[in-house]
């Protein structure tokens, strides 16, 4: 074309044919459609551009006719958080997403858009497919046809959140700034192009004089002296022709003297750059400039406190490689700039988070613009690895950043409390599992093996030893050990044996009930000190063997009681980390030893109960029989004297047997007082000085002739002493250690038919004395060995038994060891013999010497002239004591009570002697005694009592009494008491 303008044209060409069919020719039309043509370009661009706007815009497009959507734009997704194809298939999704609040209005407002011909626009928040409540703007145009009706709407959804959030800061920080500048104590002002005052700060008014009102409008010469709007006008144009921001500074002379101040004027530009006002500032300098260094000092902490910040800001390439850092050191792992620059990131990234660091990033590369938060682990400067928490923003393809942002911040404390809070919950369930587990579980062994396994699992890197407790060894045994594993073999080669079963003594430095579960650190000078060189070596060797770091010991105990103890060695420089749960743990199994104490205690203590109810029924059977038997004898044969027919040696043998039987029910009552008494504690041991060859001759002596009388002529008893006669003296109970060889040897003769007995001392360690009685006799099973010095106990308890007995003697005897500080025990067999064992502390004495009294018969004493007192209520009792004083031709008075006694002694001032019953009405022996005593300290007065234990001879000597004898009253003894008082007095 003639102006160079194209145009389109459109062809359509058509053959002529002849009658022949032949073409002869052709005829060509042609159409101008350029203006089509252009139409049809201009619309597929426009097309083109609203595509490119649509799909690469954050505004939310959709097409839709009355009923369906049919077009939507990717920005639906980010928006909306579904796709797009869910919005076509289901339209309601943009109803279903209005937050509750707005629901109703969006209705009623859509209502509107789809009967009025008029395009409407509102705002409402949505509630997100993720959760998030977003603030939107919509608009809907409608799209008429060529008839003028509406067949389409085009929807404009905004995300408006951050405008909103924007508007909202910028409402407040316009509040803020007004609050601010009204409670600063410096003059803001605003003025426009004209110098009049636009807005003014409290400040600036009260500075004036004037309210804020009343400035607004005017200018500086309205308000101040001309001189000083003069300098403000000027300095107001100089900073209008400058166009730039002005620092003024003023000196004034004030009565305190000088003041500076300082004004900043700014000259204020519209969008077009033409100037519309100054705004300023001034406020006062003066302590400014007298604290200028440390105004300095103060930004540099500043300076100092930002670029030491939690946060750190990196950017990073597409390859990972650090391009920017926001400090001179990372506030995070430390590096300089230098160190970090052009280095990898996955240079510092664990090795173990690696593989998951390049996953997160490829995907960060492959979302631009979209925020990942992300947490990880990084190396610190100082080589340890730090828990980060950083978002990742792709901003590659923005021109001004052109990489990755990584905004990190240090999380490791949080992590670190989410460890210990998850160690925490693992602790706390470990804990309320064993103590359930604990108490399903009553054996001993099955608690010890629980402890040892349970904390070797706890612990993971250590083995724990368990050990039970002896009270009467005070000795420890190894119960269990775990933890062992392939080493186990290594260690019993080292000890020589399997440590399950060693026995060692108590060490009270190591195991302290006052320390009791309570993890305590063993310490090497401790262990050295309390091992010899062979074990520390053994120790040693287990050390090395097992990687031993540190050891630990816990002392089980509950209520005082030492238990057992606990040892934990913890291996490859390991440590206890939670020693409160382990004392917790430990607290648990120490009530679960207890309780299973307890329980074993309360099984054996029924079983003993049961056996004991058994043995006293037998007892009282046997005691019946013991006490029938010879008082049997006492009443027959007394009755039997009354026949006047009896020869003189019938009579005599009569009264021998009544004699002997009466012994025999002294010692059966002797025996059972004596072991109430130790039953009951009440017997106390009373050491003194005494020949010990010359107490066991006694014994001797005393069972030659008893062999005689039992016809025991086959025994022969042998008498062995360790020490010489010079050296035996020692200082313990003589009563005691005769009472109890008495009653060894006696059993011996009883149980001895033929052979001998043998009985003595030797020395043991220079500590102690060990005694023993040796018979060969019928001997006693070995299971009745382990039981025969219980009460109630012989060895031979059936009703068909041979040889009688309280059953009384051994435990009493074992009764009286003990008191003394002593063991007893018993070695026998069957048919072969017994020997009986018993200890006593060996504490030398000096020699003492003895006098010899000339021993007399009881026809030799004659105390014609003598007058005695007997003070006995019981009539019997003082007719026998009558009887044999009168053989001596002296003179008795009779008192029937303790008075009656008191009141004799008043007035016969000639009594030389008093035999006192203790057991009396009115007035008590004990209070008579004393009573006489306050007017006659001289009388001698000897007690009489049927209470025969030691105890009570103390009572009397404490009273006043002078001598002692018990009931039924030996008249032999009772004269030889007698003549030595009254040699005393005479």
Not at 119 to 133: C, H, K, W
Not at 562 to 583: A, D, R, W
Not at 636 to 645: I, P, R, S, T, Y
Request: glycine share 4%.
């Amino acid at each position: 074309m003639r102006n160079r303008t194209d145009i389109y044209l459109e062809y359509y060409i058509n053959p002529i044919i002849d009658k022949n069919n032949n073409i002869t020719g052709v005829t060509v039309f042609s159409t101008n459609f350029t203006e089509r043509k252009i139409a049809e370009d201009a619309i597929r661009e426009s097309e083109e551009r609203f595509r490119q706007l649509a799909e690469n815009t954050n505004v939310v497009f959709i097409l839709s006719n009355k009923r369906n959507i049919l077009y939507a734009n990717p920005a639906f997704e980010r928006v909306y958080g579904r796709e797009v194809k869910d919005l076509i298939n289901d339209p309601s999704i943009l109803e279903e997403y209005i937050h509750p609040d707005d629901k109703e209005r969006y209705l009623k407002t859509r209502k509107k858009e789809l009967t009025k011909k008029s395009d409407l626009g509102q705002q409402y928040q949505i509630i997100n497919a993720r959760g998030e409540i977003k603030k939107v703007w919509t608009r809907s145009f409608p799209v008429y046809n060529e008839k003028g009706k509406i067949y389409r709407y085009v929807s404009v959804i905004n995300d408006i959140t951050e405008q909103k959030e924007l508007e909202s800061t910028i409402l407040k920080t316009k509040t803020q700034q007004k609050a601010i500048l009204d409670n600063i104590p410096h003059l803001a002002w605003l003025k426009d192009s004209e110098g009049r005052y636009i807005s003014v700060n409290e400040s600036f008014a009260l500075h004036h004089k004037l309210s804020a009102s009343e400035i607004i409008g005017k200018t500086d010469y309205d308000i101040c002296s001309k001189k000083l709007a003069d300098k403000y006008y000027k300095n107001d144009c100089d900073v209008k022709q400058s166009g730039k921001r002005q620092l003024v500074e003023e000196v004034t002379t004030a009565k305190s003297g000088k003041r500076w101040t300082e004004t900043f004027k700014t000259p204020i530009f519209n969008e077009q750059g033409k100037l519309i006002g100054i705004t300023g500032i001034s406020w006062d300098i003066t302590d400014r400039k007298k604290m200028e260094e440390t105004i300095k000092e103060n930004e540099e902490n500043f300076r100092a406190l930002l670029q030491n910040s939690s946060d750190a800001i990196s950017i990073l390439d597409k390859k990972g490689k650090i391009i920017f850092e926001s400090s001179i050191r990372n506030k995070i792992f430390d590096f300089t700039i230098k160190e970090l620059i052009n280095k990898p990131i996955f240079d510092i990234v664990h090795p173990d988070d690696l593989e998951y660091f390049k996953e997160f990033f490829t995907e960060v590369l492959n979302n631009p613009r979209k925020q990942i938060k992300k947490e990880y682990r990084c190396l610190h400067k100082n080589k340890r690895w730090i828990y980060v928490e950083s978002i990742f923003s792709n901003q590659l393809d923005n021109p001004s950043i052109n990489g990755i942002v990584v905004n990190s911040r240090d999380i490791s404390e949080r992590k670190m409390g989410e460890l210990k809070e998850r160690v925490y919950h693992d602790n706390l369930i470990f804990l309320s599992n064993s103590a359930l587990d604990l108490l399903g579980i009553s054996s001993k062994d099955d608690i010890y093996k629980y402890i040892s396994e349970k904390l070797c699992n706890f612990l993971e890197n250590a083995v724990v030893m368990v050990t039970s407790y002896n009270e009467r060894d005070e000795k420890f045994c190894v119960e269990y050990i775990s933890g062992l594993r392939d080493n186990k073999l290594k260690v019993i080669n080292i000890l020589g044996r399997n440590p399950a079963g060693i026995i060692f003594p108590i060490n009270k430095d190591i195991s302290n009930i006052e320390n009791a579960g309570t993890v305590i650190t063993l310490k090497e000078e401790l262990l050295v000190e309390n091992l010899n060189k062979e074990n520390l070596q053994k120790l040693e060797d287990i050390k090395e063997v097992l990687k031993i770091h540190k050891i630990y010991n816990i002392t089980l105990a509950r209520h005082n009681k030492l238990l057992g103890n606990i040892t934990i060695f913890t291996l490859n420089k390991s440590i206890i980390k939670f020693k409160h749960i382990i004392e917790t743990f430990v607290h648990q199994v120490s009530v679960a030893l207890h309780r299973s104490q307890l329980e074993y205690e309360l099984i054996m203590a029924k079983e003993r109960a049961e056996e004991s109810d058994k043995l006293k029924t037998a007892f009282l059977a046997n005691m019946s029989h013991e006490i029938r038997t010879p008082m049997n004898g006492l009443l027959g044969f007394a009755e039997m004297l009354n026949d006047d027919k009896l020869s003189p040696a019938d009579r005599k043998k009569y009264l021998k047997i009544i004699n002997n039987n009466g012994k025999m029910l002294i010692s059966l009552i002797d025996d059972i007082i004596d072991f109430a008494k130790i039953e009951a504690g009440q017997i106390k041991v009373a050491h003194s000085d005494f020949s010990l060859n010359t107490l066991l001759k006694q014994v001797h002596s005393s069972f030659l002739s008893e062999k005689l009388k039992k016809e025991k002529s086959k025994v022969q008893l042998r008498l062995k002493k360790a020490l010489t006669n010079e050296n035996c003296y020692i200082k313990s109970d003589p009563n005691r250690i005769r009472q109890i060889l008495t009653n060894l040897v006696s059993n011996s003769f009883k149980f001895t038919n033929s052979g001998h007995i043998e009985f003595g001392y030797k020395l043991d360690d220079k500590s102690m004395l060990q005694f023993y009685v040796e018979d060969t006799g019928i001997g006693i099973p070995p299971k009745k060995l382990k039981v025969i010095f219980e009460r109630f106990i012989q060895a031979d308890s059936s009703p068909t038994r041979k040889y009688g007995g309280s059953g009384l003697g051994l435990a009493i005897s074992r009764g009286l060891v003990d008191l003394l500080n002593g063991k007893m025990w018993a070695e026998s067999e069957v048919g072969k013999g017994s020997t009986f064992y018993f200890t006593v502390p060996y504490v030398p004495a000096k020699k003492i010497t003895v006098e010899d009294h000339e021993k007399k018969t009881r026809t030799d004493y004659t105390w014609e002239g003598k007058l005695f007192l007997i003070a006995e209520d019981d009539k019997f009792s003082y007719k026998f004591l009558e009887g044999f004083l009168k053989q001596t031709k002296a003179e008795v008075l009779h008192a029937v009570d303790g008075r009656q006694a008191v009141e004799l002694c008043m007035k016969n001032k000639n009594i030389d002697l008093v035999l006192m019953d203790i057991q009396m009405p009115e007035m008590n022996g004990l209070e008579a005694t004393e009573e006489i005593k306050k007017f006659n300290k001289n009388i001698p007065i000897i007690a009489q009592t049927a209470n025969a234990i030691t105890e009570e001879r103390q009572k009397c000597l404490n009273a006043g009494c002078d001598d002692f004898v018990t009931k039924p009253v030996n008249i032999s003894e009772l004269y030889s008491k007698i003549d030595r008082w009254l040699s005393v007095k005479d």
